[in-house]
């Protein structure tokens, strides 16, 4: 009789050494052609299957890229770098897309004045199902921080209560976007450095009350604008990007300075 | 002949894998968003629950009794099975490109799916032979794609419903899930196995 320790390793050894080379044997019998081309542009992108191209995956959009059912510039995050890497494997003239980032539209970005008390799980998407969030004010940000979780890029994070997002390591993937409950996070182009951080499409009189920092739709920045770049829809101030000079003119004249110049 | 529609019958209905014995919950939740997948799902499944059913029996009774090494039968099937669906993939990618797209990533998925060495299991415990064996994989895999294509349409059609704040999402899901589950054991005295 054989030792049956012996026996079973041997049995289990025998089996996996069967089926390992069995798979062997078949991955190299039946090996399916991938197409270089898919290859040399997955080498070329990022990698962080973020999605925002809109296929699944890094892999799918290099797929969709050699099937010509993508543009070489739909990698948001690549940027220009990636755009030209991939157009010059495909062999096509690429356009350039202006860099966009994220922007909290709020102006204490998780630290505004609270109306109750939230004891429960630390996600802005639980709070929001109990009466909107703990914040005083419905539009404003949680602070939770389900955008710092979601962002692939480690752009997002919590400082002193409040969420910061950097500039340098943000890439306008837009996932914080899609996953905030709030909707208080939005795409701008990088280089324009005026933007009106309040979210809230309450009354004047409400946003008062609430939050000193709210804009109260007075139609001010709409008036002293001299691009007429500012309009005004449900009591929120919003700047039409393309028209702005950055002049600052708006952001001297907001009586609850919400309207921010950012020191570029 | 009639033993082995008693089998293939108390496998989809009676003993359904997801619905009475709780296996292969995951996909179950994970997969039953669309029908279109959830069939996807299904199909291979049931492929793969046939296919493993019968080698696991196999090797069951002709290496593991006669050696008399029955203590290592969950880790034989695992790697049974694990070894036999990278297979499976591998030749279909090469004969059928359009069946391996079709059931895509469930394929791999289905590997570490706990209703597959459930099956395997259960052959051991009923001492099923090798045709019996066939007949209930098949059945189990017609059984966990039945749910999961109920289960998907139901689902479809939650989406257009009124659902309470509270109630959405996992919550209305599981409480479906339990209701089916409550309506399957209506099949509890079909058979007697």
């Known amino acids: ?264 | 002949m009639l033993h082995l529609f008693v089998i293939f019958l108390s496998a989809i209905l009676v003993n359904n894998f997801v619905l009475t014995r709780f296996l292969g919950i995951c996909p179950f939740l994970g997969v039953s968003r669309r029908v279109e997948t959830a069939l996807g799902m299904g199909m291979a499944v049931i492929f793969v629950m046939t296919l493993a059913s019968l080698v696991t029996n196999l090797i069951y009774n002709l290496v593991l009794v006669p050696l008399n090494l029955l203590f290592l039968h969950i880790i034989t099937f695992i790697l049974v099975i694990a070894s036999l669906v990278q297979l499976v993939e591998i030749v279909l990618e090469k004969i059928s490109p359009a069946l391996y797209r079709a059931l895509g990533i469930y394929l791999p998925l289905i590997t570490t799916n706990c209703a597959i060495l459930g099956l395997a299991l259960l052959n051991v415990i009923k001492g099923h032979n090798a045709i019996q064996a066939i007949f209930f994989g098949l059945g189990a895999g017609i059984g966990f794609a039945l749910a999961l294509l109920i289960m998907a349409g139901i689902r479809e059609r939650l989406e257009l419903a009124d659902v309470p704040v509270a109630l959405q999402g996992a919550a209305i899901t599981l409480i479906t899930a339990g209701l089916l589950s409550l309506a399957f054991m209506g099949f509890s005295g079909l058979v007697k196995l």
């Open chain 1, 1 to 264: 009789m054989v030792n049956p320790i012996i026996l079973s390793v041997s049995v289990l050894g025998g089996l996996g050494l069967l089926a390992g080379s069995g798979l062997a044997y078949a991955s190299k019998k039946f090996v399916s052609k991938i197409d270089p081309k898919v290859e040399a542009i997955l080498e070329a992108l990022p990698r962080a299957n973020c999605g925002a191209c809109g296929f699944a995956g890094c892999s799918g959009f290099a797929k969709a890229l050699v099937e010509e059912k993508a543009q070489a510039n739909g990698c948001i995050p690549g940027g220009e770098g990636v755009a030209n890497q991939v157009a010059s494997i495909l062999g096509v003239e690429v356009e350039v897309r202006e860099k966009r980032i994220a922007k909290i539209l709020c102006y204490h970005r998780g630290a505004s004045q609270t109306q109750f008390d939230y004891q429960g799980l630390e996600s802005c998407r639980a709070a929001a199902l109990l009466f909107g969030g703990d914040k005083a004010c419905l539009y404003s940000c949680l602070g939770l921080g389900d955008c710092i979780e979601v962002c692939p890029f480690g752009a997002i994070t919590l400082i002193k209560g409040r969420i910061e997002i950097d500039e340098e390591k943000c890439t306008g993937c837009g996932k914080c976007i899609s996953i905030c409950p709030k909707e208080v996070i939005a795409l701008v182009p990088e280089e324009k450095k005026v933007h009106v951080l309040c979210n809230s499409k309450d009354k004047g009189a409400i946003v008062r009350k609430i939050c000193k920092e709210g804009c109260i739709g007075c139609g001010i920045c709409v008036k002293v604008c001299p691009e007429g770049a500012i309009t005004l829809k449900d009591n929120l101030a919003y700047i039409n990007y393309e028209k702005c000079t950055e002049c600052g003119v708006c952001v001297e004249k907001c009586p609850t300075h919400v309207i921010e110049m950012v020191n570029g």
